[in-house]
């Protein structure tokens, strides 16, 4: 409170003095300018809690839990002014009321994300600091991303800046960086790294002052230029070419940014001096990368050289999938430095692992109608879809979760947690069950019966058999029937029942006989054809060709080629590696 008070009485001092002078300096409006309107940045909502589970700062650093429970040392302005000026640094760190708000946010409110924060720049800021030396730029920028994005490279603003240095879309295409489905460059802490210090280059190069291009590298030149002209900045009026000259006409959230990249510079640079507990390393990680032409999975790579899917994330968060698509063009992967060479000589046995579920298609023939595989053949026999279960169990690795186990075997989190007792964590060495379903068709054991011939149709002809019953409506109904087929009106009773007895026999005998040639005909017609599948079956079964093994060649891209797999190229060949050498020959069905 006494501190506010200090700020209101600065203030106002500040302001009478402002008012005296006719022409005040620009130095007198960086130092006094009062703003109760400024816009804080995004980075500063970041949720500290899910920054902490982060597997680096788990597993690299050691952080001190009870950072929170040391209060803030109070500091006063002509102290904060004399450390500023102590910094070493080529870019001007003037101190005002929103610099001084911007520095109490960062030690009293968010003191836990500036401990975080500590322990992702001990992997963060040498690859800030060996780009900016590459483009000669002051090494304070390296305190930009920490008001960008606090040091999250999958951080995504409202407006869809992405990365640790929250560049925007059609920026980073215009600094040539990919931008797709499966690759985002902005999230690669080298190459937005890269990229990053270009643009701020470029801007420098516009603008002549590092305040101005700092403002320009969040609201865009197009801002800047527009507040420069209403502020009348000129050649003959080179004064106004400041930030500070031209706060009141800059966006509001720009307002904040340089006055906040002085606050994370004072923050990182004197947080012991507030009772923020450093973050020190447990042990160094040092990372090397590999270039990868083929097409592999996170999960892959995981299961063959035993290392942790969160890992690969936190070292290549720029594959938004998991997935490498090195068949498309070389990238780069970065490994721990002592899992490169292991990379190297597993690359097949990586790329053959598993790829039955990673693999994509590459051409694919659509069912037909009368192909065994589709639904209509299924409907046609006489029988139920049915659901089956099939159990496995797993065994935890080193640093799996749930989640990764669930995703692994294409069932849902929850009911792989039901199977286990619900249980969130699963221990190292744990065996864990999972159920797998499957949806198949059950044809009936009984045979479906041929529908019965009720009817019979009668033929243009004297000679056609005449259905039983009123033989004499039956004849007289029939189409072309002549005169001669009619019983004669004088004819006897006697004799009609006679012949109506004749017609009924006579159309027994050839209805019983039609069936009988239908039966035969139907089953010698099976018969048949089920020998031609069984023959048809046998010669594709027993069919084989021998391949030569080409450079690059794998079991998995033979098997592709051929339509078969990986096991049964395997057995036919009794291997029971990948590895192959150029001109071995291989049997493929």
């Known amino acids: 409170m006494n501190c506010f008070k200090k700020i209101l009485a600065g203030a106002a001092v500040a302001a009478a003095a402002f008012t005296a002078s006719a022409k005040p ?81 960062y030690t009293q409110r968010r003191r836990s994300l500036v401990e975080t924060m500590l322990g992702m720049s001990l992997y963060y800021m040498p690859i800030f600091e060996e780009a900016l030396e590459r483009q000669g730029l002051p090494h304070e920028l390296k305190y930009l991303p920490i008001i960008e994005s606090a040091l999250d490279p999958d951080a995504v603003s409202r407006a869809g800046a992405t990365g640790l240095w929250q560049l925007m879309l059609p920026t980073a295409r215009g600094l040539g960086m990919e931008v797709n489905t499966l690759v985002d460059e902005r999230r690669d802490p080298i190459r937005s790294t890269e990229a990053a210090t270009r643009f701020l280059r470029q801007l420098y190069d516009i603008y002549g002052d590092w305040s101005l291009a700092i403002a320009a590298y969040n609201c865009g030149p197009g801002n800047v230029n527009k507040a420069l002209r209403r502020a009348g900045a000129s050649e003959n009026n080179p004064e106004k070419k400041d930030f500070w000259a031209i706060y009141p006409y800059l966006p509001r ?110 051409i694919v023939e659509p069912a037909s109608e009368t192909s065994p595989a589709t639904v209509s053949d299924a409907s046609s026999q006489q029988g139920e879809w049915v659901t089956t279960e099939q159990v496995r169990y797993h065994t935890v690795k080193k640093g799996e979760t749930m989640a990764s186990i669930a995703q692994r075997y294409g069932v849902t989190l929850w009911s792989l947690k039901q199977a286990n007792g619900n249980i969130s964590k699963p221990r190292r060495g744990q065996k864990l069950k999972v159920v797998t379903s499957k949806r198949v068709f059950k044809p009936s054991e009984t045979p479906a019966q041929p529908a019965p011939d009720d009817q019979l149709l009668v033929k243009n002809d004297a000679s056609a058999p005449v259905p039983c019953g009123n033989t004499e409506a039956a004849v007289a109904e029939t189409p072309g029937a002549s005169e001669a087929t009619q019983p004669a009106a004088t004819e006897p009773a006697s004799a009609k029942s006679a012949a109506s007895d004749n017609v009924a026999s006579s159309f027994q005998t050839s209805r019983s006989k039609q069936q009988q040639a239908q039966t035969a005909k139907a089953a010698t017609t099976k018969k048949a054809q089920a020998a031609k599948k069984k023959k048809n079956t046998k010669k594709k079964k027993n069919t084989t060709k021998t391949v030569t093994v080409k450079p690059g060649d794998s079991l998995s891209r033979i098997a592709k080629r051929n339509g078969t797999t990986v096991k049964e190229l395997q057995r036919l060949n009794g291997k029971k590696g990948n590895n192959l050498q150029p001109g071995d020959k291989i049997r493929v069905k």
Do not use: C
């Open 25 to 105: 300096s620009v130095l007198q409006i960086a130092q006094h300018i009062n703003d109760s309107t400024i816009v804080f940045p995004e980075s500063v909502e970041t949720d500290t809690h899910k920054m902490m589970q982060n597997w680096y700062i788990q597993t690299y650093t050691a952080l001190d839990q009870n950072a929170d429970s040391r209060p803030d040392v109070e500091v006063s302005d002509e102290e904060l002014i004399k450390r500023l000026g102590a910094i070493p640094t080529t870019i001007e760190m003037p101190y005002n009321s929103v610099v001084r708000q911007y520095i109490d946010l």
């Open 253 to 362: 959230e720009t307002r904040g940014y340089v006055p906040g990249f002085i606050a994370a510079t004072y923050v990182m640079t004197y947080y012991n001096k507030h009772n923020i507990s450093p973050a020190l390393a447990k042990r160094p990680i040092l990372t090397d990368s590999v270039h990868v032409n083929r097409r592999v999975h996170f999960q892959q790579i995981a299961d063959v050289l035993q290392i942790p899917v969160e890992q690969l994330k936190i070292l290549n968060p720029q594959y938004r999938q998991q997935v490498i698509p090195g068949d498309i063009r070389e990238y780069s992967l970065v490994l721990p430095a002592n899992q490169i060479y292991s990379y190297i000589i597993s690359e097949d046995a990586i790329v053959g692992h598993d790829s039955d579920r990673y693999a994509r298609r590459e």
